[in-house]
């Protein structure tokens, strides 16, 4: 129970994080969640893998988190 708790408040914070990010809204980290399913996979996607989801610009944010 404690684990899954855990992973949780993790899951949040990182979804905070990416938020907080300048350019980086609500419409665009469900887009990237669609595509890649976790926070983990956005995070392990290269530069051109993003760039194909939400362009250049927001790629380039996402990639310097």
Do not use: M, W
């Not at 905070?16 to 595509?35: D, F, P, Q, R, W």
């Amino acid at each position: 129970v404690i684990n899954y708790h855990r992973k949780q408040k993790l899951k949040r914070d990182k979804k905070i994080a990416l938020l907080e990010k300048k350019g980086v809204g609500n419409a665009t980290v469900s887009k990237l969640l669609h595509y890649f399913d976790t926070f983990s996979n956005i995070e392990k996607a290269s530069f051109e893998e993003l760039e194909r989801v939400v362009g250049t610009k927001i790629a380039l944010i996402i990639q310097n988190i």
